[in-house]
């Protein structure tokens, strides 16, 4: 069981001029390679079966060097290579779903955010725990599918993509699509507009906007193409298209740019501030990037279904910079903005406020 004093000992042992950024070759890792090389830092690319090819087509988000593993499960069987590297891993939801959370938290390298959030990210009754009770507005749980009685999203625990969700109007389409082996969390379906607001929280910075934490940033935002709910439309009533065995589903394929209206960024920002208060009190913080997933109503108000407490791949539109980050610094990716931190960590001599 890796503990803190582990992490810190590991950490002390660095050399902070060498530091590598490391991560796993999948989700966000070219823009994540291409910040960290762009702010001077060493670049370690993790991948599993073999080196990926794709690579080479792409020499500024190309790493620096690989760590090939047969399967995720050997990464806890390599951290020695990796310290002595001077690695720090920037985790992202492939990387966490793929090793497993248990895994993540007992990885014995230096990772950057707090591996506790793990614990009430990953759970959909605890995540809405720390939502609702940093005031956050989240659509209406609905406990016994027999009571089904509207439009309601079936969530599976776990970053999984979207892979598996489906909407039930009753309780027979629940039955249809149901997997019981999966721990899974029903919720109204709200009708809005979805957005993926992508934060960033230092601790450490002193420059921006304020709270009682540190300073908060709202680097950009993204909707989602997702599969196949956002084709079906085209053939037909969801009740016809059931009866031929089609059911719609929500698995990510992509992601694209989106600038909301001006006058909801007070609230955009109140929320994220309120989401990083709450989880100082709760399990110690949420520093670095994260993400609120929300639906905007008719009436202007935001419904937040889910966080993601790391970078998103909603960011990759954003390597070269998104219309929010640009009034902060040319070229910012969230990327590149994790390298920054990382590196204002070490020359502060304040790594142990942002990696654990």
Known sequence: MVTEENISQILEDYNKEEITIATVCSHS???????????GFNTLGISVGERPKFYDAYPKGKPDEFLVVDEYEDIMEDTGELQEKNAIVVPHGSFVEYLGAENFKNLE??????????????????????LTSAGIDMPKIIEDPKKIDRPALVKYHGAKGGRGFFVAKDYSEF?????????????????????YLHYFFSPIKEEGYKTDRGVM??????????????????????????????????????????????????????????VVDRAYELFGGLYGSFCLE?????????????????????????????????LMEKNLSTGRRIAQEIDLGRKKNKLDKIVT
């Open 217 to 274: 940033e709202m680097l950009s935002i993204d909707r989602r193409d997702e599969s196949n709910i956002d084709e079906t439309y085209k053939l037909g009533s969801q009740e016809d298209l059931k009866k031929m065995m089609i059911f719609p589903s929500f698995v990510v394929t992509g992601n694209y740019p989106v600038v909301i209206r001006e006058s909801l960024l007070p609230k955009v920002f109140k929320m994220g501030e309120k």
């Open 294 to 326: 929300s639906i905007v109503t008719e009436e202007l108000e935001f419904k937040v279904f889910e966080i993601s407490s790391r970078i998103v791949a909603g960011t990759n539109p954003y390597i070269s910079g998104s219309p929010y980050s640009e």
């Open 29 to 39: 890792s070219l823009q994540i390679f291409d910040g960290a090389r762009k702010e």
């Open 175 to 195: 039955k249809i699509g149901i997997d019981h082996e999966q721990e899974y969390h029903i919720q109204e379906y709200i009708l809005g507009t979805r957005y």
């Open 109 to 130: 390298v230096p990772t950057f955010g707090n591996r506790d959030v793990l614990e009430w990210e990953s759970n959909r009754d605890k995540e809405r725990e720390w």
